[in-house]
């Protein structure tokens, strides 16, 4: 799939931003603070409605327009999907909540239909590279599941619901735990939310296991070729609640073992999830929160039987995360037959020659791929002559002028 058009009302620092967007490779151009992260920014929150990284979304409005009473972002996509044009378009609506505060909504219409967000994730998909993205290997749990979630948000159309209903109901469920912890009640109470969180729970564990079995096929091929055949790469899934049966006493399976839980069926998941769930209850009531489920999920990303989160060179994660990047954008083309628009921040001044030749060689297969820089010595000449050359400067986007 493809951009063809990209228009953004209030949004960061676009006042107002309307431009066609070119199909291939389309090079932006711009020194510091001129709009570069942000315009990815706002294509990404199309294909995800969540910003990489805002803490919320009230910080996305453009802060000169929100002193007033009533503000509205817009941001609207043409694209084309297979054979057809779509239109999508997101209002962030934020006003007052009567109480001095403000509050803020979200409305998405695709094609002209207002629709809710769960069932336009996925129609236009789009894959970001960030150079803070090594983040997935350095940081916690909580990052792995990150990148799981929004690839698979994308690729599997029940996913997000199953989320969201997930973590509504962990949150009530929680609130049930500290107040049987500290009035005492009835117990049985949490049986409503347990049947909630293993049913939703078990979507997501499922749609998890094979989201992992098929991305680490893929990016075991690409990793082959970026290391030159050095290295193998491996992802272990770690759920918090494991269905394999385990040895009494161990922990975890070893690394190199690739467990096989892709013959658990729905039901199997959410059966044996709602009896662990029994079984720590007393548990889980005198600690007040829950302590079993997807929301503690874990994936470790193994080279050469070397836990790259732990042990990992600087080199090695960077290769890693590549592979895992484009691992991400294989899968979805295969899950939804369409290839991801990508969106590549600064990411090749991260990269040394060889791997930047990679990334280069691999965009050219795809629909469409945005890359920002702030130097366009960092291509080589070949590849830029491929591209649309254009440039960022205030906010506003315009076709390189070369004589500057
Ligand atoms: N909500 C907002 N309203 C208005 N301006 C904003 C908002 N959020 C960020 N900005 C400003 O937008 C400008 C552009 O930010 P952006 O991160 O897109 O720049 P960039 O071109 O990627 O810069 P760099 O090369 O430093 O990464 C910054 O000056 C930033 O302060
Ligand atoms: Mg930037």
Redesign the pocket.
């Known amino acids: 799939m493809y951009l063809t058009h990209l228009s953004l009302t ?5 006042s107002r931003l309307d431009m066609d967007v070119p199909r291939r490779i389309l090079l932006l151009l ?12 706002s294509i990404y929150y199309l294909a995800t409605f969540t910003s990489f990284h ?1 803490m919320s979304d009230k ?8 002193s007033e009473e009533l503000t509205v972002a817009r941001l609207v996509a043409a694209y084309q999907r297979g054979d057809r044009q779509h239109k999508l378009e997101v209002r962030l609506i934020q006003d007052s909540n009567g109480n001095g505060g403000s509050r803020l909504r979200k409305e998405v219409l695709l094609d002209g239909v207002k629709t809710p967000v769960n069932q336009v994730v996925g129609h236009f998909n789009a894959v970001i590279f960030l150079p803070q993205m090594t983040r997935i290997l350095e940081g916690g749990p909580e990052e792995r599941r990150r990148y799981l979630n929004l690839a698979s948000a994308q690729a599997d159309p029940f996913f997000t619901q199953a989320l969201s209903e997930y973590n509504q109901a962990i949150t009530q469920r929680n609130a049930l735990l500290k107040l049987l912890a500290e009035r005492g009640g009835d117990a049985s109470q949490l049986d409503y939310w347990d049947e909630v969180l293993t049913s939703r729970g078990a979507r997501i564990m499922h749609s998890r296991i094979l989201a992992i079995q098929e991305i680490e096929q893929l990016a075991i091929r690409i990793h082959e070729q970026l290391s030159g055949g050095k290295e193998v790469i491996r992802l272990n899934y770690q759920p918090s609640y494991d269905p394999l049966t385990k040895p009494e006493g161990q922990f975890s399976l070893p690394m190199q073992t690739s467990a096989q839980r892709d013959g658990f069926s729905l039901k199997q998941l959410q059966q044996g999830f709602a009896e662990k769930l029994k079984q720590v209850r007393n548990e889980e009531i005198m600690r007040g929160v829950t302590t079993v489920g997807p929301h503690r999920d874990e994936m470790r990303i193994i080279c050469n039987g070397i836990d790259l989160t732990d042990f990992g060179s600087r080199g090695q994660l960077r290769t890693a995360i590549l592979s895992l990047k484009l691992a991400e954008v294989d899968w979805l083309k295969a899950k939804t037959t369409q290839w991801p628009v990508l969106l590549l ?2 990411t090749l001044a991260e990269l040394d020659v060889d791997r930047r030749q990679f990334l280069m060689n691999y965009l050219e297969k795809a629909e469409q791929a945005i890359l ?1 820089t ?1 130097d366009l010595n960092l291509f080589s000449t070949s590849f830029v002559e491929k591209c649309e050359q254009w440039q ?1 400067t205030s ?1 506003s986007v315009s076709i390189l002028d070369k004589d500057l």
């Not at 209030?10 to 676009?14: A, G, Q």
């Not at 910080?59 to 929100?66: D, G, I, K, P, S």
């Open positions: 209030n949004f960061r620092l676009f711009g020194s510091n603070a001129q709009g570069k992260t942000s315009l990815l920014e805002a910080q996305l409005l453009n802060f000169v327009a929100t921040d600064e920002t702030t960022i906010g």
